[in-house]
């Protein structure tokens, strides 16, 4: 199983970026593709999940109204559209895989993760 993750970038505040997972070599029928990021000294957290089978998904509080998660089944990817970014959104940002139909909220619930990309807001 195989994640790339890739997008992230040096943006200024107020800027939007689009965040893309590639997944290959995963085969199971339910599953949720989860974003975490990691700031510096601070531990990974949750910031949106989508459930395959029916799109359903999951926003962390510090970021509903300004990111969007979506599926491209033809692309075999999940992409997160960040927008009014802030400072304070500035981390790596990992995607994982979780086998199942519910959405975890917790890393430890995520099996296989992709090498993380960084997000840098700064004026």
């Known amino acids: 199983v195989q994640l790339q993750a890739s997008g992230g970038g040096l943006v200024q505040p107020g800027d939007s970026l689009t965040l893309s997972c590639v997944v290959s070599?995963?085969?199971?029928?339910?599953?949720?593709i989860g974003w975490f990021r990691q700031a510096p000294g601070k531990e990974r957290e949750a910031v949106s999940c989508?459930?395959?089978?029916?799109?359903?998904?999951y926003y962390g509080d510090s970021v509903k109204g300004r990111f969007t998660i979506y599926r491209d089944s033809a692309k075999s990817g999940v992409f997160l559209q960040m927008s009014s970014l802030k400072p304070e959104d500035t981390a790596v940002y990992y995607c994982?895989?979780?086998?199942?139909?519910?959405?975890?909220?917790?890393?430890?619930?995520?099996?296989?993760w992709g090498q993380g990309t960084q997000v840098t807001v700064s004026s």
């Open positions: 994982a895989v979780h086998s199942g139909d519910y959405i975890p909220r917790s890393q430890g619930e995520y099996y296989y």
């Open positions: 070599g995963f085969s199971a029928g339910f599953y949720t």
């Open positions: 989508i459930a395959n089978s029916d799109s359903r998904t």
